[in-house]
């Protein structure tokens, strides 16, 4: 007999939600971001030795920003498969993998307001490019805040997330192809 607190339902379904959510959002931002500034002209003066808006860092980091949306979006699919398999292990996962964003977000923004605050730009491009980065800091910062206590404690986490590692289940059932 089922717990009314099993199952995937209450707030867990807005975890859900963000799952299925990351990958579309952080294509986005590798298309809007990402390929939008390596495919301009501005690419060469960011990143060629000599032009006066160049900085040794920010080809590294650009390309580090690449590949973490990329892990991220594979995370996040691996974290629904955790969740859709009720797996024992998706709690840990999930708060690892929301301390890990917010990780991420601080070292990012640290490393992108350090790179163009040492550029030659208008002081409003520094301030929208800082003012995007504490947003972006703020809130990763503010989703573990709430879901890492939720994982803990939740009865509903703690009913439905019961499955011990058996690879050839889904939600208790077997697998057959």
Do not use: C
């Amino acid at each position: 007999m089922e717990s009314k607190h099993e199952g995937i339902g209450g707030w867990l379904i807005l975890i859900v939600f963000g799952l299925l959510l990351i990958p579309v959002f952080r294509l986005y931002a590798l298309y809007q971001t990402y390929w939008t500034v390596y495919n301009t002209p501005g690419w060469s003066l960011l990143t060629e030795s000599g032009n006066p808006l160049y900085h040794s860092w920010f080809e590294p980091t650009f390309w580090m920003g690449v590949g973490v949306d990329l892990l991220f979006i594979v995370l996040s699919i691996a974290g629904l498969w955790l969740l859709v398999t009720r797996s024992s292990h998706f709690p840990r996962f999930m708060i690892s993998f929301l301390i890990a964003m917010t990780v991420f977000a601080v070292a990012d923004g640290l490393m992108t307001n350090w790179i163009f605050g040492t550029l030659p730009i208008t002081a409003d491009t520094l301030e929208y490019i800082q003012n995007q980065s504490y947003r972006h800091q703020a809130g990763a910062l503010l989703l573990s805040m709430i879901w890492i206590p939720y994982l803990m404690r939740s009865k509903r986490v703690k009913a439905t997330f019961v499955q011990k590692s058996d690879h050839n289940t889904v939600a208790g059932n077997p697998l057959t192809f």
